[in-house]
């Protein structure tokens, strides 16, 4: 059908078009299944809805490494992590993938360190099965706990000291508000702006993320900043929420500002760039519009130590989630530290940084930065 010519129907003074809609087959089993089927499931109904328009175009992550009149043969490199969605329960998954596709799928052990093969008489038989399996390592992935994140630092003396003193002053002034106590704060050599979180599996996957780190510095920094990263300066003042109810709050933010309008839009078009710079390789997800320019001061998780953030996100569950997290009341912080200055953040820089891994000068350690 020419989609420039579609079939017209008309009802009263009204014209619709038909399209043609092609349906992916419905598997009454898929609920009874293990999550490496529903992840095929899902990455078939976008294959089958895609396929008119399959090209072999070169496709992220996989090389052509051998290409013969008689046969293809492609790599991935695949985190080990993801070999079992790949393969499923009883192999199910890798070789319904084979069938569908006519291609022979080669998933190496998780001791060791080999890519993923696949292989098929043509090449787009192939990259047909190679974008598939990306699609169930990226479902997969949304379903991993975060390992890296990009971060920006505030931890200059000034804004330590401070939020030293803010801590003390919440702590001697909201004396029996609901659920106030130390355990709540951050640590102040972690005070950090998070620009995005990644998950990062193996040593391709991080090297990949540096590489994507210095690209940011070339292409992002100057022309949307027009000065170097490092010689950008703004401050923490303020503190706000995120939910409507300040008697029951998970989080409470510091504000970060910036001495005028102009400023404040380019840093935000910069981090904002920087997470779609990130999102295109599959290695961060993306969950807002606009990156939250804030810090975060307390939160609720922290009373349960570090392993508490790692559960909330191997659960994907929000309402035990929300049954794990002790709400406290910020209604006095607010109305007494509404306006407080932490002061001045005079140097920036955007960091790698890996969860539950420290420097000696306690902020998280950093795998790259610029």
Not at 11 to 31: F, Q, S
Not at 193 to 211: F, H, Q, S
Not at 288 to 317: A, I, M, W, Y
Request: glycine share 4%; with cysteine; hydrophobic share 35%.
């Amino acid at each position: 059908m020419d989609v420039m010519k579609p079939d017209l129907y008309y009802v009263d003074d009204r014209c619709y078009r038909r399209m043609k809609i092609k349906y992916p087959e419905y598997n009454d089993e898929i609920w009874n299944d293990d999550i490496s089927k529903c992840l095929l499931f899902n990455a078939q109904a976008t294959f089958h809805l895609n396929a008119e328009n399959e090209i072999c175009e070169g496709l992220e992550g996989v090389v052509i490494t051998e290409e013969t009149t008689e046969s293809v043969l492609a790599t991935m490199n695949i985190a080990n992590s993801y070999f079992c969605y790949i393969v499923g329960r009883k192999k199910e998954t890798k070789l319904r993938l084979e069938k569908e596709t006519n291609t022979k799928i080669t998933v190496p052990n998780q001791e060791e360190r080999l890519p993923v093969t696949v292989m098929g008489k043509t090449k787009y038989s192939v990259m047909s099965c190679a974008r598939r399996i990306m699609m169930i390592v990226n479902a997969a992935r949304l379903r991993q706990p975060f390992t890296h994140f990009l971060s920006i630092p505030f931890t200059a003396l000034e804004i330590v000291a401070n939020f030293e003193n803010f801590k003390e002053s919440v702590l001697k002034e909201c004396v029996g508000c609901n659920n106030i106590c130390e355990d709540l704060f951050q640590n102040p050599n972690r005070l950090h702006l998070t620009v995005g979180t990644l998950v990062l599996m193996n040593e391709n996957e991080r090297k990949i993320a540096r590489e994507l780190l210095h690209q940011c510095k070339e292409s992002l920094v100057l022309p949307i900043l027009k000065k170097d990263l490092s010689n950008v300066s703004c401050r923490l003042h303020g503190i706000e929420i995120m939910n409507d109810d300040p008697a029951n709050v998970d989080v409470l933010y510091g504000k970060v500002e910036f001495d005028s309008v102009e400023e404040l839009d380019r840093f935000q078009q910069f981090v904002d760039k920087v997470c779609e710079h990130f999102e295109t390789s599959g290695l961060l997800i993306n969950k807002f519009e606009h990156v939250k320019l804030h810090v975060t001061l307390l939160n609720n998780l922290f009373q349960r130590g570090s392993d508490s953030e790692e559960l909330c996100d191997k659960t994907r569950d929000v309402e035990k989630n929300k049954q794990r997290r002790m709400s406290f009341d910020a209604r006095k912080i607010l109305k007494n530290f509404g306006d407080f200055e932490f002061g001045i953040q005079s140097s920036l820089s955007l960091h790698l940084s890996q969860r539950y891994a420290f420097e000696s000068n306690g902020y998280y350690l950093c795998t790259d930065r610029i």
